[in-house]
């Protein structure tokens, strides 16, 4: 059921536009709506903000494109939707000054002052409230999908536009989905030819004719469109597709996220193919969509057979296919044919961990939930990656491998808790949505784009087994005695060091401590308690050494050696007595340099009995924050380096008409002119600008208490210290 302020906006909206045509030919307010319904997809479906938020979507062209004013919609909708809606107004400025200043400009290294001042003013407004970037984006993504009516040459300008400027915003405020695909649209029309052939290729690797018996649900499908005949090379006439059947091609991101949705477009796409023809790229999406649709069921319904019911622990299923301009950069990137992008479709599940209160359990399920998978499908060497024990820079958990899917082509599968979904999934905007209610956050992307690239060990020759061992063996060629590892066994995790480092590293002797369970340890290596993980790790290897154990078999009742080879999966696998390899594994704990230094000096102190309080763990200001204001103020601190990030590219964009050896790159131009620095004062966020060249000195006289302590960035520092664009500066009173 729709609220009153909705209902009430479509009304008003409706009436200002009365008489308005598109250029599609249908009317104006038809654009609103499509607008509201996308925004619908990327907030909660409850809470003021949330309904400010589609309220204003619905009113966004109102004030520029009818004679309804500002002060109209405040009287009408309140203070919030007006100030959304003048947001959104005043972000259209972006596309403007970078479109005049290319034209007027092409000489110029750089914005001028006061190009520079608007746009910085923009963007720190935007870092108040992000929702107006929510609703722009959503403005711009309808306007791609019809983009069809535009006539060539300005739907190529849009289009290039749309990917340069606002698909790397929605990348950077972690709206993958909706960045998937703004990026398929541009690449229908930037890339029409190419968009076609990737289509019928990826439609031709995932049919039926790869596997007998497989997928009735396809092969239904694809006799009722016929084509089943189609080869992996394909010969496309350049004819063949309208504009418009391309961007039908791509598939609405909401249709991805939701598995009703998806049955209802398969379904709605073969009863239109029953009474006309579709065009054969709309029918190679259909294809794509059907394929990861049954690969899904297939494992929905091993993990149902497979797995046992805990309350709270529920496991939820999911799937996405990877935008066909992703696949494309990466090939290029990796100089690998298309079929060897693995991860062009993929399934997610997700372990739930109530709450957080059974996390450690439900990193147990998710190794068993990947040995499920590895039985299911057999898995492809060297493409397991271990995010859970060693998670990327940014905090990203997860397990990712790449299997052979039941039509033999590659199909990735992502394993993660509830937890680390979570954290993975929410985009930075998404957070001023919710800090009201505190609700649980939905998913509103899928994080495959930038953050869960997995690594690929592949060499050029893949008949070359030796080589690609070699190439997945060079991180583990530096491995010590002492250093960390977890003994995996299905949904058994225990923790157990390196004692001994055979053949250059290809073979381990490791202690396993079959009474230290390692699940919610590794899960969070950011946390306080660190030292006293580190420091067990340091007793079990003290406990070896001092016992003198040193072959296979040696041990106790609770510690016990064992023998692991390195494989062509890339993987330490366990060896029996007769040299058997099990499918018992471990996994390296990569450390960080801090990390290293940390746990070296665990040891040292554990090995000369000294006691380990005194070391200090590592301060980090992205630690999880106590209180909910502070969570609000590191969100903010993190949007405002993402937009300070996002404006250098845009500052970057506005020199693209000078030739490359004339361009001067943005740390040479002082800020474009402006001369500043951009700071979060803690704890109350206020946003400050200070002269380039500011130090903490300086910051701490602006805010009225000169003299006194300054920390930045969680550390004490001295009065003369540079600040730098995002620093969070606090001052000890």
Not at 8 to 36: S, V
Not at 58 to 71: A, C, P, Q, Y
Not at 248 to 268: C, G, Y
Not at 465 to 485: C, N
């Amino acid at each position: 059921m729709r609220p009153r302020q909705v209902v009430k906006a479509i009304a008003f909206a409706k009436k200002a536009h009365h008489g308005q045509f598109r250029k599609t030919g249908d009317p104006y307010f038809t654009h609103c709506i499509h607008t509201a319904r996308i925004l619908a997809m990327l907030v909660p479906s409850t809470g003021k903000r949330a309904i400010d938020t589609l309220v204003a979507g619905i009113l966004h062209d109102v004030v520029e494109d009818t004679s309804e004013s500002l002060l109209s919609i405040e009287e009408n909708f309140g203070e919030d939707v007006a100030k959304l809606v003048a947001g959104v107004s005043k972000i259209s400025y972006i596309n403007q000054l970078l479109r005049r200043h290319r034209r007027l400009n092409v000489n110029q290294g750089t914005l001028g002052h006061d190009e520079a001042n608007n746009l910085r003013v923009m963007l720190l407004g935007m870092v108040n409230d992000p929702r107006v970037v929510l609703i722009k984006l959503a403005d711009r993504l309808h306007n791609m999908r019809t983009i069809y009516a535009l006539q060539p040459l300005k739907a190529r300008a849009l289009a290039e536009e749309t990917l340069l400027i606002w698909c790397s915003l929605a990348s950077r405020l972690g709206l993958w989905a909706l960045k998937a695909e703004l990026e398929d649209l541009c690449f229908a029309v930037l890339q029409p030819q190419l968009f076609q052939k990737m289509r019928a290729d990826l439609s031709s690797m995932w049919s039926s004719r790869n596997r007998p018996g497989y997928l009735r649900r396809i092969i239904a499908w694809n006799e009722k469109n016929s084509i089943l005949g189609c080869e992996n090379s394909v010969t496309i006439d350049k004819d063949v597709s309208t504009m418009k059947d391309l961007l039908e091609a791509v598939v609405p991101f909401d249709i991805l996220l939701d598995r009703r949705k998806r049955s209802k477009f398969l379904n709605d796409l073969g009863l239109t193919s029953e009474t006309q023809t579709q065009p054969k790229v709309v029918q190679d999406a259909g294809i794509a969509l059907a394929s990861l649709a049954v690969c899904e069921e297939m494992l929905e319904r091993e993990l149902f057979i497979s797995t046992s019911y805990v309350p709270g622990m529920e496991v939820t299923l999911s799937s996405r296919l990877k935008s066909l301009y992703s696949i494309y950069s990466k090939m290029k990137r990796k100089d690998v044919s298309i079929n060897k992008v693995y991860d062009a479709r993929a399934l997610r599940v997700v372990v739930g961990d109530k709450n957080g209160t059974l996390h450690g359990p439900a990193i147990q399920c998710c190794y068993s939930l990947l040995d499920i998978v590895h039985r299911l499908w057999t898995p492809i060497d060297g493409e397991l990656d271990d995010y859970i024990i060693n998670p990327k820079p940014s905090g990203y958990q997860s397990l990712h491998t790449a299997v052979q899917g039941p039509d033999n082509a590659p199909l990735e599968v992502q394993i993660r808790t509830q937890k680390m979904h979570e954290y993975a999934e929410h985009g930075l905007a998404a957070h001023w949505l919710y800090k009201e209610t505190g609700n649980t956050l939905s998913s509103i992307g899928s994080t495959d784009e930038s953050e869960t690239e997995a690594s690929s060990y592949l060499s050029k020759d893949i008949d070359d087994q030796t080589s690609m061992e070699d190439d997945q063996f060079q991180k583990y060629r530096s491995l010590k005695a002492g250093h960390p590892v977890l003994r995996v066994e299905r949904s058994h995790l225990l923790a157990a060091v390196i004692i001994r480092v055979e053949k250059g590293g290809r073979e381990l002797l490791v202690a396993v401590s079959f009474g230290l369970a390692a699940s919610e340890a590794v899960a969070d290596r950011r946390s306080s308690f660190q030292i006293k993980q580190w420091e067990a790790y340091a007793r079990l290897y003290k406990k070896v050494s001092d016992e003198w154990w040193c072959e296979p078999g040696h041990g106790d009742w609770c510690t016990c050696l064992e023998k692991y080879t390195f494989c062509r999966d890339g993987m330490y696998h366990k060896q029996d007595q007769f040299e058997r390899l099990l499918p018992t594994f471990i996994q390296v704990i990569d450390l960080m340099e801090e990390e290293e230094s940390e746990y070296r000096a665990v040891l040292s102190a554990v090995f000369e009995g000294k006691p380990v309080d005194s070391i200090a763990s590592r301060p980090s200001i992205d630690t999880v924050a106590s209180t909910s204001m502070e969570t609000s103020i590191n969100n903010k601190v993190h949007l405002l380096r993402t937009m300070l990030q996002w404006e250098e590219q845009l500052r970057n964009e506005a020199i693209l008409g000078q030739p490359k050896h004339e361009r001067k790159s943005y740390s040479s131009l002082e800020s474009g002119g402006l001369g500043e620095v951009v700071i979060v004062c803690w704890p109350h966020g206020e946003i400050i600008r200070l002269t380039s060249g500011s130090t903490a000195a300086d910051a701490a006289r602006r805010v009225g208490f000169d003299g006194k302590l300054v920390l930045v960035n969680g550390q004490l520092v001295l009065p003369n210290t540079e600040l730098k664009d995002g620093d969070v500066v606090e001052v000890r009173v």
